[in-house]
């Protein structure tokens, strides 16, 4: 069981106050002896003040904005044989514009900032034998819930689910081969929009990395 508190401060512009943060945690991991696996779950509580926004007043930039975000975040590893590994994590936020100088945005979610994500990702490794070495299979599932585009919470995004793929070979003690696939599928969705369009997300991706090491 652990707990923590941290504080924050973001430089402002001349004239302005700066940009402070506080955050508070309460967390617990176990780790059965009965299994070689490990989980995890926190709750925090995070505000953030002093941020800049136009005062309706004045007409002015001044640090009179606020946000406060509570969440938890929950997650599962496991080795479930000596060669598939799986690895499961869920989080949940509930964010909320306390003030920010424009009164129809307050007590909005913050924009872009999604309730309830989650993920799945499970490894399985081909053991090498003779001269061909060790091979890592990964596939993987990602989930975003519907999140606002901006603070007026006037439009927002369905939730949505990515599939990501990986590979990896030990060539040998000095060299590894890797490629991993974002968004296997290539599913399109409406990542942002109201600015008279809509801004998809990134396609499919897909990247090579060859490491040696002396």
């Known amino acids: 069981v652990y707990g923590s508190f941290a504080q924050s401060v973001v430089p402002a512009a001349v004239g302005l106050a700066p940009e402070r943060g ?23 509580d995070l505000t953030k003040d002093n941020i800049t926004r136009t005062d309706p007043v004045t007409n002015r930039a001044s640090t009179i904005g606020e946000v406060r975000v509570r969440g938890l975040d929950l997650e599962a590893k496991s080795e479930m044989t000596p060669n598939i590994t799986l690895t499961a994590a869920y989080s949940y936020v509930d964010s909320k514009i306390v003030r920010n100088g424009t009164a129809g945005n307050e007590g909005n979610q913050l924009g872009l900032v999604p309730e309830h994500t989650a993920a799945v990702w499970v490894d399985y490794l081909v053991e090498g034998e003779g001269r061909r070495g060790d091979m890592t299979f990964g596939l993987g599932a990602r989930y975003v819930g519907s999140y606002a585009y901006d603070d007026t919470n006037t439009s927002s995004t369905s939730g949505h689910v990515l599939l990501d793929a990986a590979y990896s070979y030990q060539v040998n003690d000095q060299t590894s081969l890797s490629v991993n696939v974002s968004n296997l599928t290539d599913e399109t969705y409406s990542a942002y929009g109201g600015l008279y369009a809509d801004f998809y997300n990134a396609g499919r991706e897909v990247s090579a ?3 040696r090491s002396w």
């Open 22 to 44: 506080e955050q508070y945690e309460l967390g617990v991991k176990y780790a059965p002896l009965s299994s070689r696996s490990i989980f995890s779950a926190a709750v925090y």
């Open 209 to 211: 990395t060859l490491r």
